[in-house]
């Protein structure tokens, strides 16, 4: 998503939903939200787990938050970075 701060960021968001043509299209992008969300919430971790030490829980996180962190942990990074999932 371009800059712009979260208003930009949202807007941004609604703007590629609304484009999406087909059911498929429209999975493709919430996919494509959902990695980039656990990606901040990678990295989020790490610096939590810098300061509180590895044994940190993630138990405020919803289940849903989990189990996508949890799924890019475990799926092989693509040549952009981004991980690969079968949601």
């Not at 969300?37 to 590895?54: E, K, N, W």
Request: glycine fraction near 14%; proline fraction near 3%; avoid cysteine.
């Amino acid at each position: 998503m371009a800059g712009g701060g979260a208003l930009g960021d949202r807007k941004d968001a609604e703007s590629t939903l609304n484009a999406a043509n087909s059911p498929e299209q429209l999975h493709d992008v919430i996919k494509t939200y959902q990695t980039l969300m656990g990606g901040q919430l990678g990295g989020i971790r790490q610096q939590r787990d810098s300061v509180l030490g590895t044994g940190s829980t993630d138990k405020k996180l919803s289940p849903r938050a989990q189990q996508v962190l949890g799924a890019q942990q475990q799926q092989p990074a693509t040549k952009s970075g981004a991980s690969v999932s079968n949601w």
